[in-house]
């Protein structure tokens, strides 16, 4: 599994998915703390990432889901809600891939401005779902707000939202 690793990470980012690595030991951050198991649908309350999200988010969501579901399209959800520490530690795990804070800052939030923290936030694939949700996400208030994220999805019930670059470059992060 060790020299399969990278590559399946590679093909995972390439979809817009993340591969989770949760530590079986006391110390490691799992499912309670927001880390999402694979196949998980915006459908799954018994995942704590899915049923923690802002109610009226979850909701527009389902509709969402549901409605793609009607064309065949299915949401699968790779990150939502996250606790702090989680959150924590994906920063930390960003900052040694990176190189910097401020390099880092262009793909993970801290825990303090992290939408996912919130509940507000959530990360979908496949890409039939990302592109679905671009034709159509309007509809249930449901945008995605960061360019270099096609997966990241937020609630913005008043209408679309400036589109940042990274979330560096979002406001609400500073």
């Known amino acids: 599994m060790g020299t399969l690793l990278p590559v399946l990470e590679v093909i995972a980012r390439s979809l817009g998915y993340r591969l989770l690595r949760i530590r079986r030991d006391r110390a490691g951050l799992g499912i309670a703390d927001g880390a999402i198991p694979y196949?998980?649908?915006?459908?799954?309350?018994?995942?704590?990432?899915?049923a923690n999200l802002d109610p009226p988010f979850l909701a527009a969501l389902r509709r969402a889901a549901a409605d793609a579901?009607?064309?065949?399209?299915?949401?699968t959800v790779n990150s939502g809600w996250r606790t702090p520490a989680y959150q924590r530690r994906l920063r930390r795990e960003a900052v040694i891939e990176h190189g910097s804070e401020e390099a880092a800052a262009r793909w993970v939030s801290t825990p303090e401005t992290s939408p996912h923290v919130a509940g507000d936030a959530v990360d979908l694939g496949?890409?039939?779902?990302q592109a679905w949700?671009?034709?159509?996400?309007?509809?249930?208030?449901?945008?995605?707000?960061?360019?270099?994220?096609?997966?990241?999805?937020e609630l913005r019930p008043d209408g679309r939202p400036p589109m940042h670059d990274t979330p560096a470059d979002d406001p609400r992060h500073r």
């Open 39 to 50: 196949r998980t649908t915006v459908f799954d309350d018994d995942v704590p990432g899915v």
């Open 133 to 153: 949700l671009t034709a159509h996400g309007s509809a249930y208030g449901l945008y995605q707000v960061y360019r270099n994220e096609p997966w990241h999805y």
């Open 69 to 75: 579901a009607s064309e065949g399209v299915v949401f």
């Open 126 to 129: 496949p890409a039939a779902a």
